[in-house]
């Protein structure tokens, strides 16, 4: 199975740039957390943590770890500091590598996923790909990329660290870029089968409907089930009252609608379950 290392920037004594709430060590390990679950959620994969906790981890021993365990991508992620107008997502992939190299070819995936799924809907400027001495990306054996999510220094950026939508979407986008340049496989879905009309067998008994969005307009509803189908969620759209409601189905066993529950949430999406 592909074996991803996730690499949050930092932690323990070393706190990286900034200061709490926006001090990087903690960030980054939340958005690296998100990431991991959005893949094992997703794909079939593998995912290896630098670090889980708060803790001292040096930079060779990162890199350590990810060539002794012969990983198949090594991925940093750091947030930026600078002057106050500084602001923006940047990528780097190691400075002595071709721009047809493995490494940049994932890099790639991910600051185009990244572009087209957080950016532009946040606002957030987009400051290239780049390339750096940067220990982790030169001494893994491995492709490897370090990403820069963005300023914990400029208080526009702070404004989207503080949100959990912004860090829940560039988790997705990370997680997208990640699959599509290792070519990773998509989870069919283990819940049971969706039976989104209504239960005519059984009226009287309990279900539980999990359900995404409600929305006034369809286009809405619809770019939602869009979204929703590209990361493996097959839905069904309901509409009553001029509300039109994307469902992922109704589960008789409140268990399986609690699962599906947590995949949708760290997936990203906004979801509740009712009863019906
Ligand atoms: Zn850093």
Do not use: W
């Amino acid at each position: 199975m592909v074996t991803v290392l996730l690499d949050p920037g930092h932690g323990g004594t070393d706190g990286g740039a900034g200061t709490a709430p926006y001090l990087e060590k903690t960030r980054n390990l939340e958005v690296a957390s998100k990431v991991r679950d959005y893949l094992l959620s997703t794909f079939v994969v593998n995912v290896i943590m630098s670090r889980t906790t708060d803790k001292t981890v040096s930079l060779s021993a990162r890199t350590n770890l990810a060539n002794q365990q012969g990983v198949d991508y090594f991925l940093s992620i750091h947030h930026n500091s600078g002057t106050p107008s500084a602001r923006g997502y940047e990528d780097f992939t190691y400075i002595n590598i071709s721009d047809t190299s493995t490494s940049d070819r994932i890099r790639n995936a991910i600051h185009t996923e990244v572009v087209n799924r957080v950016l532009g809907k946040y606002g957030l400027p987009n400051r290239g790909k780049k390339k750096a001495n940067f220990h982790v990306v030169r001494e893994s054996n491995m492709p490897s990329a370090l990403l820069e999510i963005g300023f914990v220094s400029n208080t526009s950026d702070q404004r989207l660290i503080a949100n959990p939508a912004f860090y829940n979407d560039m988790a997705v986008a990370i997680g997208e870029g990640v699959a599509k340049g290792l070519g990773l496989v998509r989870k069919k879905s283990t819940a049971a089968t969706p039976s989104p009309s209504a239960p005519s067998i059984a009226p009287s008994k309990t279900f539980y409907r999990v359900q995404v969005g409600a929305y006034k307009e369809r286009t809405n509803a619809t770019a939602m089930q869009t979204r929703l189908k590209s990361a493996g969620f097959p839905t069904v759209l309901s509409s009553s009252n001029g509300i039109y409601r994307v469902q992922i189905g109704a589960y008789g066993n409140k268990d399986n609608a609690t699962t599906m529950e947590r995949r949708l949430r760290s997936a990203g999406f906004p979801v509740f379950v009712y009863q019906v």
